[in-house]
C-alpha cells in the first residue's frame, strides 16, 4: 500500500509543479506579447495554455482513483468535461481574432503601408522570454527523467507537450529577434503558423484526453474477472471498474485474491493479469491491488465499494 501511494502521490506532486510553472510561463507570454503588442507571441501563449489544460487533466486523472463517489475512477466529471468544451470555445475565439489581426498586419507589412499597430521589441523582453523558455526546456526535461523513473504514461505525455511548446517557442523568439531587427512582417507571419500549430495541438490534447472524458464502462466487469482467473494464483476478482475505449486506452482497477501460496508472486501475477488484459483488448493502465483478506470477496462483481485500508496494491 504504502509503494503505490508514495509513487501516485511524487506523480501527482510533479504534475502540480508542472501545472504551476507552465501557467507562470502563460502569465509571462501573455504580459509581453500584450506589452510588445506582438501577435506571434500571443498566440504562443495561447499554445501554452493548451499544455496547461493537459497537465489539469493528467493531474486530475491521476488523483481520480481517490474520489470515493463510486462513480468516477477513472473518468473525469462533468466540470472537467466543460472545461474541454471551454476551451475549444476559447481557443476557436482567440484564434479567429488573432488570424484575422494577423493577415491585416501582413497585408500592410508587405505593401509597406502604415499597420494597424505598432510592434515593440526590446532586448530586454527577448532575455526575459529567453528565461521563460528555458525554464520550459528544463521542466519538460526533468519531467521525462520522472516519467521513466515512476512509469508515468501521463508524465512522459505531458512532457512531450510542454517540449514541443518550448521549441515552438524558440522559433517565436528568433523570429521576434527578426522583428527586432526591422523584419515587421515576420510577426505576423509566425502568428498566423503558430496558430495552427495550437489548432493541432488542441485535437491532439483532446484525442489523447478523449479516453479519461469517457465515463462509461469499457469492459464488462465478468468478463474482467474472467481473464483474471485464468492466471494462476489468483482465486478471486472484485470490485472491478474500467473507463476509456477500447482499442485506444482503457483504464482498469480491480482488486484480486491470491491463494496463500502465491501471496510471494503477487508482483509477478499483476503482471500476468495485467498481460493478459493487453492481449486482448489492447492499450491498457492497470490498478490492481492484492487484498490478503479472502473473505472481503463475498461479491465479486461489487463495482463501487470503498476502497480497503488493508490492501497490498501492486
Same mark, same amino acid.
Given at each position: 500500500?504504502?509503494?503505490?501511494?508514495?509513487?501516485?502521490? =511524487?506523480?501527482?506532486?510533479?504534475?502540480?509543479?508542472?501545472?504551476?510553472? $507552465?501557467?507562470?510561463?502563460?502569465?509571462?507570454?501573455?504580459?509581453?506579447?500584450? =506589452?510588445?503588442?506582438?501577435?506571434?507571441?500571443?498566440?504562443?501563449?495561447?499554445?501554452?495554455?493548451?499544455?496547461?489544460?493537459?497537465?489539469?487533466?493528467?493531474?486530475?486523472?491521476?488523483?481520480?482513483?481517490?474520489?470515493?463517489? /463510486?462513480?468516477?475512477?477513472?473518468?473525469?466529471? !462533468?466540470?472537467?468535461?466543460?472545461?474541454?468544451?471551454?476551451?475549444?470555445?476559447?481557443? /476557436?475565439?482567440?484564434?479567429?481574432?488573432?488570424?484575422?489581426?494577423?493577415?491585416?498586419?501582413?497585408?500592410?507589412? $508587405?505593401?509597406?503601408?502604415?499597420?494597424?499597430?505598432?510592434?515593440?521589441?526590446?532586448?530586454?523582453?527577448?532575455?526575459?522570454?529567453?528565461?521563460?523558455?528555458?525554464?520550459?526546456?528544463?521542466?519538460?526535461?526533468?519531467?521525462?527523467?520522472?516519467?521513466?523513473?515512476?512509469?508515468?504514461?501521463?508524465?512522459?505525455?505531458?512532457?512531450?507537450?510542454?517540449?514541443?511548446?518550448?521549441?515552438?517557442?524558440?522559433?517565436?523568439?528568433?523570429?521576434?529577434?527578426?522583428?527586432?531587427? /526591422?523584419?515587421?512582417?515576420?510577426?505576423?507571419?509566425?502568428?498566423?503558423?503558430?496558430?495552427?500549430?495550437?489548432? !493541432?495541438?488542441?485535437?491532439?490534447?483532446?484525442?489523447?484526453?478523449? %479516453?479519461?472524458?469517457?465515463?462509461?464502462?469499457?469492459?464488462?466487469?465478468?468478463?474482467?474477472?474472467?481473464?483474471?482467473?485464468?492466471?494462476?494464483?489468483?482465486?478471486?476478482?472484485?470490485?472491478?471498474?474500467?473507463?476509456?475505449?477500447?482499442?485506444?486506452?482503457?483504464?482498469?482497477?480491480?482488486?484480486?485474491?491470491?491463494? %496463500?501460496?502465491?501471496?510471494?508472486?503477487?508482483?509477478?501475477?499483476?503482471? !500476468?493479469?495485467?498481460?493478459?488484459?493487453?492481449?486482448?483488448?489492447?492499450?491498457?493502465? $492497470?490498478?490492481?491491488?492484492?487484498?490478503?483478506?479472502?473473505?472481503?470477496?463475498?461479491?465479486?462483481? #461489487?463495482?463501487?465499494?470503498?476502497?480497503? $485500508?488493508? #490492501?497490498?496494491?501492486?
Amino acid at each position: 500500500m504504502a509503494e503505490a501511494y508514495s509513487r501516485r502521490r =511524487a506523480i501527482h506532486q510533479v504534475l502540480l509543479a508542472t501545472l504551476w510553472l $507552465t501557467l507562470l510561463i502563460f502569465a509571462v507570454k501573455v504580459w509581453a506579447g500584450w =506589452a510588445a503588442k506582438s501577435l506571434s507571441l500571443l498566440a504562443e501563449s495561447v499554445h501554452t495554455l493548451i499544455n496547461g489544460f493537459s497537465t489539469l487533466l493528467s493531474l486530475l486523472a491521476v488523483t481520480s482513483p481517490h474520489r470515493t463517489s /463510486g462513480r468516477e475512477v477513472w473518468g473525469h466529471g !462533468r466540470l472537467e468535461s466543460i472545461g474541454a468544451l471551454f476551451l475549444v470555445a476559447l481557443l /476557436g475565439f482567440s484564434s479567429l481574432s488573432l488570424l484575422g489581426g494577423a493577415l491585416k498586419q501582413l497585408e500592410a507589412s $508587405t505593401r509597406n503601408a502604415a499597420v494597424p499597430f505598432e510592434v515593440s521589441i526590446n532586448l530586454p523582453l527577448i532575455q526575459l522570454l529567453g528565461v521563460a523558455i528555458a525554464i520550459g526546456i528544463c521542466l519538460a526535461f526533468f519531467e521525462r527523467y520522472e516519467a521513466r523513473v515512476l512509469e508515468s504514461a501521463a508524465l512522459r505525455l505531458n512532457a512531450n507537450h510542454i517540449l514541443q511548446d518550448a521549441w515552438l517557442s524558440v522559433v517565436v523568439l528568433i523570429g521576434l529577434v527578426g522583428v527586432w531587427r /526591422g523584419y515587421v512582417w515576420l510577426d505576423p507571419l509566425l502568428a498566423i503558423i503558430v496558430i495552427f500549430v495550437a489548432i !493541432r495541438s488542441c485535437w491532439r490534447v483532446l484525442n489523447w484526453q478523449l %479516453p479519461l472524458l469517457v465515463r462509461q464502462v469499457a469492459i464488462a466487469p465478468e468478463i474482467l474477472a474472467q481473464l483474471a482467473r485464468q492466471v494462476e494464483g489468483v482465486t478471486h476478482c472484485y470490485r472491478i471498474q474500467s473507463r476509456g475505449i477500447v482499442g485506444r486506452q482503457v483504464f482498469v482497477e480491480m482488486y484480486l485474491v491470491l491463494h %496463500p501460496e502465491f501471496l510471494g508472486a503477487a508482483r509477478v501475477i499483476a503482471e !500476468r493479469v495485467e498481460g493478459t488484459i493487453r492481449e486482448r483488448y489492447g492499450p491498457v493502465q $492497470t490498478i490492481i491491488h492484492i487484498d490478503t483478506d479472502q473473505s472481503s470477496a463475498e461479491n465479486p462483481y #461489487d463495482s463501487l465499494g470503498a476502497n480497503n $485500508t488493508n #490492501d497490498k496494491p501492486r
